[in-house]
């Protein structure tokens, strides 16, 4: 098995019209792209890292910003380099998906009639390619950019949230307790605000109903991970030996995680009025009302299956990612108290700190906005975003890249390539602005949700959920790591998204 890519030739048409570029094999002895040497069958899985960025950065620094390789018999290509990234995701013909096997409820014949409208069988945003993913985005990016479902803006519900935590908060501070579990705290207001945007209820947090369905879905993901690994590559296998490879237990937390989602479309379609949009789901319930074309991805059942997988594609997508960073700003800035400072006086110096922190104060915040674009570089939530795929051969800086590549884009390595940051292990926000600081600049080399025609449909939400949680947290409470918890220093917890291992903190009240 060949572990390089195919060096592009360049032949002369016999009939002299026209130079055509043939991608084919390299002929030996030729100038091949180095890559890891794998093992038949089994690729290059022996030699990966349980953390697959670290693995993947260390062959950027070997063999280069395009690396191929093999995990089991599927050939992948790593990008370490932003300007090429840049450059491939911007194409329709690198922007296929893998198939993500995330499909376990269908029929066979649902299975026959998905690949023959759409080439394969997947439902939702993320794993899909062609006319349903780009009527599915179209229709998710309106919804969302043009949000004003119920009365509530998307800064004011986000708010409700950030409220809660705070008194939540509030109540360790009170007790002189350390907070323990941040993570959760977290992932249940950050859940909370997703679930109100796309079905419209609202739950406080400490509701057995929330914390039952994060849970469940924590736990489903969490399993999936741990589990899915080689499933993911070799699936047939799982479905030959359903219980020897785990494929049965994955199965079933597989529909537990969706069952979460069915409930609330279910009880959607039950109450909907066209006259009281309240929700993304009745914005699609009308949607599926008004379409004909028995061929669209809003047609009936089908339209059905999609809305339920849209919904997971929101929650997998945002929770876990969103948390991790407002995770990773507070560890970080109650670990470094002079960041915690500046941070503190840019906020008093913007609201007074007799009222809070609003996205309208955002761009008067510059030092804000560079401490938020180094923990997106230094943490790297997403160290290797979602892969796509190749629809057909391509030639990439003359190597060829196969149809059916899948391809991993290294973020970790980009915001850590020393070449680029010069001290790329050290936290120093003010790489992120001028020389005076008072300005924020921009890096091309910190691509924190994706770039090109797959890029995060999240982004705003994602950015304002951030912004309004840290700012305000931080307008409340000074903080500070707690020296009798658990010190690991900045090392990662490995799931869905980078997170520090855990740690506790100590809170103060800074209003009072
Ligand atoms: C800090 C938070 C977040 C980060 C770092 C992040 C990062 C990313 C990245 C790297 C991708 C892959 C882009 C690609 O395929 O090239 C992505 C895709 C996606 N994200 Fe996010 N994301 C975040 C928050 C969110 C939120 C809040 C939502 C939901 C509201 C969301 C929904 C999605 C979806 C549906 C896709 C797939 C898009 C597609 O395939 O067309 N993400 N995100």
Redesign the pocket.
Same mark, same amino acid.
């Given at each position: 098995m060949s572990l390089t890519l195919a060096k592009v030739h360049h032949h002369r048409h016999s009939n002299n019209q026209s130079e055509l570029a043939i991608l084919s094999e390299p002929k030996s002895g030729e100038a091949r792209l180095s890559s890891p040497r794998g093992l038949p069958l089994l690729g290059n899985i022996l030699q990966m890292d349980k953390a697959l960025h670290m693995t993947f950065s260390k062959w950027a620094k070997i063999y280069g910003p395009v690396v191929q390789a093999h995990l089991a018999t599927t050939r992948i290509a790593i990008i370490s380099d932003h300007v090429i990234l840049r450059k491939i995701?911007a194409q329709t013909e690198y /922007?296929g *998906?893998p198939d993500f096997h995330s499909d376990m409820t269908s029929t066979p014949a649902e299975i026959a009639e998905m690949k023959k409208l759409y080439g394969k069988s997947a439902y939702? #945003? +993320?794993?899909?390619e062609g006319k349903i993913?780009e009527e599915l *985005?179209r229709f998710?990016l309106r919804q #969302?950019r043009d949000f004003g479902f119920g009365k509530q803006s998307m800064e004011e519900l986000i708010m409700v949230e950030v409220a809660e935590l705070i008194e939540h908060l509030k109540r360790f501070e009170v007790g002189r307790k350390p907070v323990t579990d941040l993570k959760e705290m977290s992932i249940l207001a950050?859940a909370n605000s #997703?679930r109100v945007?796309v079905a419209g209820k609202r739950y406080r947090h400490d509701d057995p109903e929330l914390l039952n369905f994060t849970r469940t879905a924590e736990k489903a993901l969490q399993d999936l991970l741990e589990n899915a690994g080689l499933l993911f590559f070799v699936p047939w296998l799982g479905k030959s030996f359903p219980r020897l490879t785990g494929y049965a237990k994955l199965k079933e937390r597989g529909l537990e995680f969706l069952d979460s989602f069915q409930k609330p479309v279910k009880e959607h379609l039950e109450t909907y009025s066209p006259e009281n949009i309240r929700d993304f789901i009745d914005a699609y319930i009308k949607e599926m009302k008004t379409v004909t074309d028995p061929d669209s991805p809003f047609y009936g059942k089908r339209g059905e299956k999609n809305l339920e997988a849209?919904f997971g594609?929101?929650y997998? =997508?945002?929770?876990d990612?969103?948390t /991790?960073?407002i995770v990773w700003m507070v560890f970080i800035l109650s670990k470094f108290s002079e960041y915690q400072e500046q941070f503190q006086n840019e906020i008093k110096s913007v609201t007074g700190n007799n009222r809070a922190c609003q996205l309208s104060d955002k761009s008067s915040m510059p030092f804000t906005e560079a401490l938020t674009a180094e923990t997106?570089r230094f943490a790297t939530? +997403?160290p290797f975003? #979602?892969?796509?795929r190749t629809t057909s051969d391509q030639e990439l800086n003359g190597f060829l890249i196969r149809k059916d590549t899948l391809i991993f884009?290294n973020?970790y390595f980009m915001h850590h390539d020393p070449a680029i940051w010069g001290d790329p292990e050290t936290f120093r926000p003010s790489r992120f602005l001028d020389k005076e600081r008072k300005t924020f600049v921009k890096n091309p080399a910190l691509?924190?949700?994706?770039? =090109? *025609? !797959?890029?995060?449909?999240?982004?705003s939400?994602? !950015?304002d +959920?951030?912004f309004l949680f840290v700012t305000n947290l931080f307008q409340r409470f000074s903080i500070a790591i707690d020296k009798n918890g658990p010190d690991n220093g900045f090392a990662t917890e490995t799931g869905f998204?980078l997170v520090p291992k855990p740690f506790h903190i100590l809170l103060k009240d800074r209003l009072e």
């Open positions: 995701f /922007s *998906r939702g #945003l +993320s794993p899909t993913w *985005r998710t #969302l950050v #997703l945007i849209i594609d929101f997998i =997508g945002g929770t990612t969103t /991790s960073m997106f939530v +997403s975003g #979602l892969q796509h884009p973020y691509i924190a949700f994706g770039t =090109g *025609r !797959r890029v995060c449909i999240g982004e939400f994602a !950015r +959920s951030i998204a």
